[in-house]
């Protein structure tokens, strides 16, 4: 089974103040418009189920966060700066406000940006939670609450830390921590293949893109998750131990507008298994 295909067309945006914003699409031209907003350690090189955009007839779009990829650093970015960079891709390539997928370390940027206003419909799929809400101070595991203490207290330490990851030790993180339902996702030759481009990527400016993205990702989330207006679709498979303590349950009950899917016999694969269900059900609510 083929999981990914390659981009069928990439490019770069000028923003405002020169960077530059890089992207990645599939499907057709004149499909509906749906941003993706990729995962850790991730760019825009890694899209969605093959084959999908073609036959729901969308447009995906998938960006870089800055430092990632092709597009250009912003050191001490902010959640904030993310959704502006957003809001000046879609002005000047006239996407409207299209839907966005948010996957894994994406959801807290895609939800910034539901947050400011400025998006359609968001599914969030396998989205990293808010893990220094007190709630789950005790649901974590050792390792990753000695890690958003020091998010917590020493900032600029934490992001020094995560600044001497690479893409071989992301890799190994993401293979140790999968069961086996991954596994077979990650494992098999086109999906290895694609990751591993989108991570070599990812990390040709250096690692401090990432390590900006995990330290706000694993801190607290400066943005009112109660303003959100548009409908949030959040997907966890049942077998992920990895992005939420609760797969999404408390989530759900701080957007008003949200409605949670759990997928059996999968883990934070599912983004590229049920591609077609999550398509599906963001179109019906654009």
């Given at each position: 089974?083929?999981?990914?295909?390659?981009?069928?067309?990439?490019?770069?945006?000028?923003?405002?103040?020169?960077?530059?914003?890089?992207?990645?699409?599939?499907?057709?031209?004149?499909?509906?418009?749906?941003?993706?907003?990729?995962?850790?350690?991730?760019?825009?090189?890694?899209?969605?189920?093959?084959?999908?955009?073609?036959?729901?007839?969308?447009?995906?779009?998938?960006?870089?966060?800055?430092?990632?990829?092709?597009?250009?650093?912003l050191?001490?970015?902010?959640?904030?700066?993310f959704?502006?960079?957003?809001?000046?891709?879609?002005?000047?390539?006239?996407?409207?406000?299209?839907?966005?997928?948010?996957?894994?370390?994406?959801?807290?940027?895609?939800?910034?940006?539901?947050?400011?206003?400025?998006?359609?419909?968001?599914?969030?799929?396998?989205?990293?939670?808010?893990?220094?809400?007190?709630?789950?101070?005790?649901?974590?595991p050792?390792?990753?609450?000695?890690?958003?203490?020091?998010?917590?207290?020493?900032?600029?330490?934490?992001?020094?830390?995560?600044?001497?990851?690479?893409?071989?030790?992301?890799?190994k993180?993401?293979?140790?921590?999968?069961?086996?339902?991954?596994?077979?996702?990650?494992?098999?030759?086109?999906?290895?293949?694609a990751?591993?481009?989108?991570?070599?990527?990812?990390?040709?400016?250096?690692?401090?893109?990432?390590?900006?993205?995990?330290?706000?990702?694993?801190?607290?989330?400066?943005?009112?998750?109660?303003?959100?207006?548009?409908?949030?679709?959040?997907?966890?498979?049942?077998?992920?131990?990895?992005?939420?303590?609760?797969?999404?349950?408390?989530?759900?009950?701080?957007?008003?507008?949200?409605?949670?899917?759990?997928?059996?016999?999968?883990?934070?694969?599912?983004?590229w298994?049920?591609?077609?269900?999550?398509?599906?059900?963001?179109?019906?609510?654009?």
């Amino acid at each position: 089974m083929e999981y990914v295909t390659t981009p069928q067309r990439l490019g770069e945006t000028e923003l405002p103040d020169g960077r530059l914003m890089g992207w990645a699409e599939w499907g057709p031209e004149d499909g509906i418009p749906v941003l993706l907003v990729p995962g850790a350690a991730t760019s825009r090189l890694l899209g969605v189920g093959a084959g999908v955009p073609e036959r729901v007839g969308v447009r995906i779009v998938a960006v870089d966060r800055p430092g990632l990829g092709a597009s250009t650093p912003l050191p001490g970015r902010t959640f904030a700066d993310f959704a502006d960079d957003v809001r000046q891709l879609m002005q000047r390539r006239g996407l409207g406000r299209p839907p966005v997928i948010g996957s894994s370390q994406g959801a807290p940027f895609v939800l910034a940006c539901a947050a400011a206003g400025i998006t359609g419909p968001v599914a969030i799929v396998s989205g990293a939670d808010e893990v220094a809400l007190p709630a789950f101070a005790e649901a974590l595991p050792p390792h990753l609450r000695s890690l958003v203490d020091m998010v917590a207290t020493d900032p600029d330490a934490a992001e020094a830390g995560f600044a001497g990851l690479d893409a071989d030790a992301m890799l190994k993180l993401v293979h140790d921590a999968s069961p086996a339902s991954d596994l077979g996702v990650y494992t098999s030759p086109d999906f290895h293949a694609a990751y591993r481009a989108a991570m070599d990527d990812a990390f040709r400016q250096g690692p401090a893109g990432y390590a900006r993205d995990t330290v706000l990702a694993m801190g607290r989330w400066p943005f009112d998750l109660a303003a959100i207006r548009v409908p949030v679709q959040l997907w966890y498979g049942e077998e992920d131990t990895s992005h939420s303590p609760d797969h999404g349950a408390t989530l759900a009950s701080r957007i008003p507008t949200a409605t949670r899917r759990l997928v059996p016999g999968i883990g934070g694969a599912v983004l590229w298994t049920h591609t077609e269900p999550i398509l599906s059900e963001l179109l019906m609510v654009v």
